[in-house]
């Protein structure tokens, strides 16, 4: 690891119990590392906030069955063309299909498409899985 930098950091004893407790139960080595992927974490909200490029991932699940549904999908993913880097489908049972849908671009691209796959009728759930291109944390 490159320019290790230390710090020191004051805070109330029974939080930092806690903190130590959280990280146990995460299976954490140690605090360092903890606190360097909340860190991380916090600057991937803030590229989901207000950055120019993120990356994350779509998921959908929905029975095909369902007329005009898989048409619709599909005309949705063609109009974000330019944001979605990957798909992958896979047919769960004789019903349902799981999609994955790999974006890369602008957070409020890929906000915008996982919000209209989700309002799309048959469309079981959906989850956006916001994270980051890995250029600035
Ligand atoms: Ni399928």
Redesign the pocket.
Known sequence: MANLVRFGVSLEKELLHRFDACLRQKNYNCRSEGIRDLIRESLVKQEWLEGNEVAGTITIIYD?HRRELVNKLTDIQHDFGSSIISTQ????DHHN?LEIIAVKGRPQVAQKLADMLKAVKGVKHTTLSMSSTGKCI
Not at 89 to 92: D, Q, T
């Open positions: 095909h489908h896979i047919h769960l299909c």
